[in-house]
């Protein structure tokens, strides 16, 4: 609700104020425990439903900005966060620079320098990152760290695709760097501790393939020819096709 001063707070249901007016901007706590709120000044934070800061007012906080599967609820919100941008007249943050706070498990992931956090979801708590440091030989790759906890999970040592490589289904598809050169190179499928996942004989995953519907689009090496696999590598649609795409909602 918006207060006197044009300042924002919130109200229960009969009206009464429980956060005062004071905040620039705020959202709506929808199920969630926590919220992104904004000074007067346009610094971002992130308070609890007592109007506590749990991230302090300091940031630029965005929440990704597409959704593969489903949507996730209110509780299950993960915000990215950044070092606002200043001096420019426009409201962006610095994405060398990024962390997170995942609102279910109340985890603040702080600023990590060099790091670029993904800006899609899947229902995984993996979620990608790519190294942007150029401290060791890992600068520019992909890898997965949890969104509960901050561990990273996976080490940094794919092509950097944090759009398509998300994990479903407890798998993702992902692509090496010594075989990657920007073509048509197959991709691999792995679990959530990173070990590769079989595939039957003479089939490989289509460049640019993801999991979708427990579906990953691969072709048959022999013939050319398109099919599906289940997530446990295993052809479950035969390669008849001469052309085919991904699933979307169940439908290929």
């Not at 905040?23 to 346009?42: L, N």
């Not at 998300?166 to 501790?193: A, K, S």
């Not at 050319?224 to 446990?232: A, E, F, H, R, W």
Request: charged content about 25%; some cysteine; aromatic content about 16%.
């Amino acid at each position: 609700a918006c207060g006197e001063e044009e300042l924002w707070g919130y109200i229960n249901i009969r009206g009464e104020w429980v956060i005062p007016p004071q905040y620039g901007a705020a959202y709506d706590f929808g199920k969630a425990r926590y919220t992104v709120a904004s000074t007067v000044d346009g610094y971002d934070g992130i308070i609890d439903r007592q109007g506590n800061w749990v991230v302090e007012p300091h940031y630029f906080i965005a929440e990704p900005e597409y959704y593969y599967g489903d949507k996730p609820e209110d509780e299950d919100k993960l915000w990215l966060i950044m070092e606002k941008v200043k001096d420019t007249g426009l409201d962006i943050g610095d994405e060398s620079s990024m962390g997170f706070f995942d609102a279910a498990s109340g985890f603040f992931f702080g600023i990590h320098e060099n790091w670029s956090v993904g800006w899609f979801y899947s229902e995984s708590d993996l979620i990608p990152a790519v190294n942007l440091s150029d401290a060791d030989n890992t600068q520019g790759l992909m890898g997965y760290v949890n969104r509960r906890n901050g561990e990273l999970v996976i080490p940094f040592q794919y092509v950097a695709d944090s759009e398509f490589c998300l994990f479903h289904d407890g798998v993702t598809v992902v692509y090496y760097p010594e075989e990657f050169e920007g073509g048509e190179e197959p991709g691999h499928l792995i679990d959530e501790q990173g070990n590769p996942v079989p595939l039957d004989d003479g089939i490989e995953i289509v460049f640019g393939a993801g999991v979708d519907s427990g579906r990953i689009l691969v072709q048959d090496k022999a013939t050319g020819l398109y099919g599906y696999i289940d997530t446990k590598g295993r052809l479950v649609i035969p390669a008849v096709y001469p052309d085919s795409y991904g699933f979307d909602s169940g439908r290929g």
